[in-house]
T-cell receptor, first 117, second 111 residues
């Protein structure tokens, strides 16, 4: 089925380990995003990408790395996980820029719940 | 720095009540305001607003934007238990293609 899928759904890792969260979309959307969601902070943007090989930092990018070698994939890597990175991570995509005329808002994956012990 | 503030943080009502959720924002080069509903998983899109004073409506839900006072409200009439969720407000800016989200309002509707 078309859509946006994240894997794994749940992950437990230890402090200092590298972990990669996967995101795959089948719509060929140009724009992809990574958000983290924490109580009291809502959704905060980590990184986004306007197209393959084009990425840019969001509000909370420290400690994270992304790549976009193919349009459909946008993996997020925590280089050395810390407890403060325990969170729910959402990947999202959009077909075009989020203009006022756009009828295609962000489409979210179901999230990855990451726990760093 | 762009900022979106939602109130109240949480709300408990009974079925049939009407609720109003608030979203205020400070955004450079405002482009659009969006409302999302989040149950257990991914947020799902409700409305996008770009013009002041024009109400968007979908069933029992409606929303309006005031660009002069920099806020939006989401109204839910005749609430049902299925309306229980976190409601997220997000604002888009012309500066960069991204959304800034508020912290959400958690609504619980009791039977």
């Amino acid at each position: 089925d078309a859509g946006i899928t994240q894997s794994p759904r749940y992950k437990i890792t230890e402090t200092g380990r590298q972990v990669t969260l996967m995101c795959h979309q089948t719509w060929s959307h140009s724009y992809m995003f990574w958000y983290r969601q924490d109580l009291g902070h809502g959704l905060r943007l980590i990184y986004y990408s306007a197209a393959a090989d084009i990425t840019d930092k969001g509000e909370v990018s420290d400690g994270y790395v992304v790549s976009r070698s193919k349009t459909e994939n946008f993996p997020l890597t925590l280089e050395s996980a810390t407890r403060s990175q325990t969170s729910v991570y959402f990947c999202a995509s959009s077909e075009r820029e989020l203009t006022g005329e756009s009828k295609s808002p962000l489409h979210f994956g179901n999230g990855t719940r990451l726990t760093v012990t | 720095e762009d900022k979106v503030v939602q109130s109240p943080l949480s709300l408990v009502v009974h079925e049939g009540d009407t609720v109003t959720l608030n979203c205020s924002y400070e955004v450079t080069n405002f482009r659009s305001l969006l409302w999302y509903k989040q149950e257990k998983k991914a947020p799902t899109f409700l409305f996008m607003l770009t013009s002041s004073g024009i109400e968007k409506k979908s069933g029992r839900l409606s929303s309006i934007l005031d660009k002069k006072e920099l806020f939006s409200i989401l109204n839910i009439t005749a609430t049902q238990t299925g309306d229980s969720a976190v409601y997220l407000c997000a604002v888009g800016s012309w500066t960069g293609n991204m959304l800034t989200f508020g912290g959400g309002t958690r609504l619980m509707v009791k039977p």
